[in-house]
């Protein structure tokens, strides 16, 4: 499948308060259970993960977003503790039919205190030919579904970039969804 035109590139940050040397990001990502995955926004719906035919780690996510399921296959790129780059060929629900479209998804964490780091939640889709020629054949322009896609993505990524910085601000402390509301 060959990718084509992009469609979002957004990016937002959260402080983790936590020491640098306690997080890994590679590691949080692939023993996340379902339900911290569903904890880190409304619109997740499940998370597994497997490992790829060619023995990377994979992770399986399920959400929704602006009204349209997708399930994502996201294999491992790139994982450094403080760096995870994830990739997938992403199917997407519209009403009007299934449609797949590539998204790089990068995790970083630097530091910015002793005992605190910026935690950066990027994604970047783009469309693939067989997405454009979907399109066509349900008579959707590229860039009405662009302009569609587009806000709801970053709107997405916006909310959950904070609630993702809990999460790894808490396995990097040791501390448990439960032990958090005692």
């Known amino acids: ?5 992009q469609l979002v590139d957004s990016s937002f940050t959260a402080v ?3 020491p640098i040397e306690s997080i890994n990001i590679p590691e949080w990502a692939f023993n996340l259970s379902e339900a911290e995955y569903q904890s880190c926004s409304p619109a997740h719906i499940s998370a597994a ?3 790829g035919a060619d023995g990377r780690r994979m992770s399986i996510n399920v959400e929704v977003i602006g009204g349209s399921p997708m399930v994502q296959h996201y294999q491992e790129e790139l994982s450094e503790p403080h760096h995870l780059i994830l990739t997938s060929f992403s199917d997407v629900f519209s009403p009007t ?17 002793s005992n605190q780091c910026e935690f950066t939640n990027r994604v970047i889709s783009h469309a693939t030919d067989e997405m454009m020629k979907g399109l066509d054949r349900q008579g959707i322009s590229y860039e009405a579904f662009k302009a569609q896609r587009q806000p709801h993505s970053i709107n997405h990524n916006r909310s959950e970039t ?18 958090m509301v005692h």
């Open 1 to 5: 499948m060959k990718i084509a035109d």
């Open 16 to 18: 983790i308060n936590a």
């Open 49 to 51: 993960k497997t490992v």
């Open 97 to 113: 039919g299934r449609l797949t479209l590539h998204v790089h998804w990068e995790l970083s964490v630097k530091a910015i205190g």
């Open 162 to 179: 904070p609630l993702f910085a809990a999460s790894i601000e808490r396995a990097a402390l040791g501390v448990g969804m439960a032990e």
